[in-house]
């Protein structure tokens, strides 16, 4: 299945990374990382950092999966509010995860600087408006959830917010420990500097059809009939790892994105804060680094890729109707538009380690909003994990979790 269509913009400002290696038949590595995104690329930074032997194989072209189509919006927020994600799961896991969620994007933001990679990445802050009177509410509530577990928020109301931001809504909740970035290019950049540094192996165009454990690891099968054997298999492919998975743990949805023509920088928001909002689904939109608007949601649950794809017109018309509502004075006009397939869990957290009763096979599945830095997070878990040291995250992003 297409994870998108369209034209999503990191693949056209972008270029593409055109490289060719083909797996042996009979080859072997220790480590074997299925999906070359973003995720893929984070647990091969960590992996690879600690001296850790690994192979990364593809069906498609490096990095031209979900991570091309990403919006790349970093918040500590998840997609579940914590005040509703108390009502959910163990108050432990709850606090653990958000407060893990915030630690990520100062881990990601090291790894740039310690590698020289250019991700585009810059800290922004983060507006969380009251779509309506329910909205208000909730987002009271969850300004003092927030505050008893010492998370960073404050809470705007809606004469703070008018003269600050321009936008006339009930209220938001804010805090300045959000960021953006280039996923695409990020992920290529990782993975060509580890390629130089660590000797790491790149097999796009490596379609892996089956697995089968043996007594020390897996056997890999290709669809053109090729066999690798690793001793660790890891799952990094998005919703398309349910093939590796006994049950199925998220939901598919469809999603729409849109970026503008470039706008003069003193058009833009005050502090070109990343913005969303309480209605579900929720709008969001973020700036580019020349200037442009990139706006999505819209989202609705996934049937198939032929009304997933007659939807983006409308879509996008209801998203730039959306942006008007909010800046009515912003002359936003669109230059591409693109959709695509997500997955979500039911509490909004992913799933991160091994799956009970499967010897040697790691997920690091970043489904929802966050897929970034739960990456980031998975990535670290699974280090830890091969490397025998605990982690608490384990626990409260497992399969087992309650």
Same mark, same amino acid.
């Given at each position: 299945?297409? &994870?998108?269509?369209?034209?999503?913009?990191?693949?056209?400002?972008?270029?593409?990374? @055109?490289?060719?290696?083909?797996?042996?038949?009979?080859?072997?590595?220790?480590? =074997?990382?299925?999906?070359?995104?973003?995720?893929? %690329?984070?647990?091969?930074h960590?992996? /690879?950092?600690?001296?850790?032997?690994?192979?990364?194989?593809?069906?498609?072209?490096?990095?031209? *999966?979900?991570?091309? $189509?990403?919006? !790349?919006?970093?918040?500590?927020?998840?997609?579940?509010?914590? /005040?509703?994600?108390?009502?959910?799961?163990?108050?432990?896991? =709850?606090?653990?995860?958000?407060? %893990?969620?915030?630690?990520?994007?100062?881990?990601i933001?090291? +790894?740039? #600087?310690?590698?020289?990679?250019? !991700?585009?990445f810059?800290? #922004?802050?983060?507006?969380?408006?009251?779509?309506?009177?329910?909205? /208000?509410?909730?987002?009271?509530?969850?300004?003092?959830?927030r505050?008893?577990?010492?998370?960073?928020?404050? &809470?705007?109301?809606?004469e !703070?917010?008018?003269?600050?931001?321009?936008?006339?809504?009930?209220? =938001?909740?804010?805090?300045?420990?959000?960021?953006?970035?280039?996923?695409?290019?990020s %992920?290529?950049?990782?993975?060509?500097?580890?390629?130089?540094?660590?000797?790491?192996?790149?097999?796009?165009?490596?379609?892996?059809?089956?697995?089968? %454990?043996?007594?020390?690891?897996?056997i890999?099968?290709?669809?053109? *009939?090729?066999?690798?054997?690793?001793?660790?298999?890891?799952?990094?492919?998005?919703?398309?790892?349910?093939?590796?998975?006994?049950?199925?743990v998220?939901? +598919?949805?469809?999603?729409? $994105?849109l970026?503008?023509?470039?706008?003069?920088?003193?058009?833009?928001?005050?502090? #070109?804060?990343?913005?969303?909002?309480?209605?579900?689904?929720?709008?969001?939109? #973020?700036?580019? !680094?020349? @200037?442009?608007?990139?706006?999505?949601?819209?989202?609705?649950?996934?049937?198939?890729?032929? +009304?997933?794809?007659?939807?983006?017109?409308?879509?996008?018309?209801?998203?730039?109707?959306?942006?008007?509502?909010?800046?009515?004075?912003?002359?936003?006009?669109?230059?591409?538009?693109?959709?695509?397939?997500?997955?979500?869990?039911?509490?909004?957290?992913?799933?991160? *380690? $091994?799956?009970?009763?499967?010897?040697?096979?790691?997920? $690091?599945?970043?489904?929802?909003?966050?897929?970034?830095?739960?990456?980031?997070?998975?990535?670290?878990?699974?280090? @830890?994990?091969?490397?025998?040291?605990?982690?608490?995250?384990?626990?409260?992003?497992?399969? @087992?979790?309650?």
């Amino acid at each position: 299945m297409d &994870l998108y269509a369209g034209y999503p913009f990191w693949l056209i400002k972008n270029p593409l990374y @055109n490289y060719i290696n083909e797996a042996e038949d009979g080859m072997h590595t220790d480590v =074997a990382i299925i999906g070359s995104g973003i995720t893929g %690329a984070l647990v091969a930074h960590e992996l /690879c950092s600690s001296s850790i032997s690994c192979a990364i194989f593809d069906k498609r072209a490096i990095s031209t *999966g979900s991570s091309a $189509a990403s919006t !790349a919006q970093l918040q500590y927020e998840i997609d579940v509010p914590l /005040c509703r994600l108390l009502e959910k799961v163990e108050e432990k896991t =709850a606090v653990i995860a958000y407060r %893990a969620s915030l630690q990520s994007i100062t881990d990601i933001e090291q +790894l740039f #600087r310690k590698t020289r990679i250019d !991700a585009e990445f810059e800290r #922004r802050s983060s507006l969380f408006l009251a779509s309506d009177k329910k909205g /208000c509410k909730e987002i009271k509530k969850e300004y003092e959830t927030r505050k008893k577990y010492g998370l960073p928020v404050s &809470l705007l109301e809606q004469e !703070a917010l008018l003269q600050t931001y321009g936008i006339n809504r009930l209220g =938001a909740l804010w805090n300045e420990e959000a960021a953006q970035m280039d996923a695409y290019r990020s %992920a290529i950049l990782l993975l060509q500097h580890h390629q130089r540094k660590h000797d790491l192996r790149l097999f796009p165009y490596t379609h892996i059809v089956r697995h089968d %454990a043996t007594r020390n690891g897996y056997i890999l099968y290709t669809d053109d *009939g090729k066999q690798i054997s690793c001793n660790y298999l890891i799952i990094a492919a998005g919703y398309q790892a349910s093939s590796f998975l006994p049950r199925k743990v998220m939901d +598919l949805s469809s999603t729409y $994105a849109l970026v503008t023509e470039p706008l003069h920088a003193d058009q833009l928001w005050h502090d #070109r804060s990343l913005i969303w909002e309480t209605a579900f689904p929720y709008f969001y939109l #973020r700036t580019t !680094a020349d @200037n442009r608007i990139m706006m999505g949601g819209e989202d609705v649950s996934f049937k198939n890729e032929r +009304l997933r794809d007659a939807l983006l017109p409308r879509k996008t018309k209801r998203l730039l109707e959306k942006c008007n509502e909010l800046f009515p004075h912003l002359p936003v006009r669109c230059d591409m538009t693109w959709c695509g397939t997500f997955s979500s869990t039911k509490d909004g957290l992913p799933y991160i *380690g $091994a799956y009970p009763g499967s010897r040697n096979l790691f997920f $690091a599945l970043g489904y929802g909003g966050n897929g970034i830095t739960f990456s980031m997070i998975a990535a670290q878990v699974i280090r @830890n994990k091969l490397k025998g040291v605990r982690d608490e995250r384990e626990a409260v992003f497992g399969f @087992n979790r309650k």
